[in-house]
């Protein structure tokens, strides 16, 4: 299984990115899927969630009303739409496939692969 992110970039602070997560080599639909990311120095944190209808996502605090998580099950595709964004946004971004329908804020639990990544760079 592969999980192969892309999207990022350098971006201004109150710009918009829009990150893309393709997996492949097994079937993605009844996996809820999720974002994380890392800035240096720090820990990986939870970002946003969906379960694997789409009916179902979560956010954390401090990206509710700027980040939507959506995903594209015949395309095997889950995707993150960053608005607005801020200089702390800065970070590696990394979608990971859940062991099962629902989705976990905690990344050492319950998740059965990550992508490699993509970095975000917000600038001042």
């Known amino acids: 299984v592969q999980l192969q992110a892309s999207g990022g970039g350098l971006v201004q602070a109150g710009g918009s990115l829009r990150l893309s997560c393709v997996v492949s080599?097994?079937?993605?639909?009844?996996?809820?899927m999720a974002w994380f990311r890392q800035a240096p120095g720090k820990e990986r944190e939870f970002v946003a969630g969906?379960?694997?209808?789409?009916?179902?996502?979560s956010y954390a605090d401090s990206v509710k009303g700027r980040f939507t998580v959506s995903r594209d099950n015949a395309k095997n595709t889950v995707y993150l739409q960053m608005n607005n964004l801020k200089p702390e946004d800065t970070a590696a971004y990394y979608c990971?496939?859940?062991?099962?329908?629902?989705?976990?804020?905690?990344?050492?639990?319950?998740?059965?692969?990550w992508g490699r990544g993509t970095l975000v760079t917000v600038s001042s």
């Open positions: 080599g097994r079937s993605f639909s009844g996996y809820a």
């Open positions: 969906i379960s694997w209808t789409g009916s179902s996502t």
């Open positions: 990971a496939m859940s062991r099962g329908s629902i989705y976990y804020t905690n990344p050492y639990y319950g998740y059965l692969h």
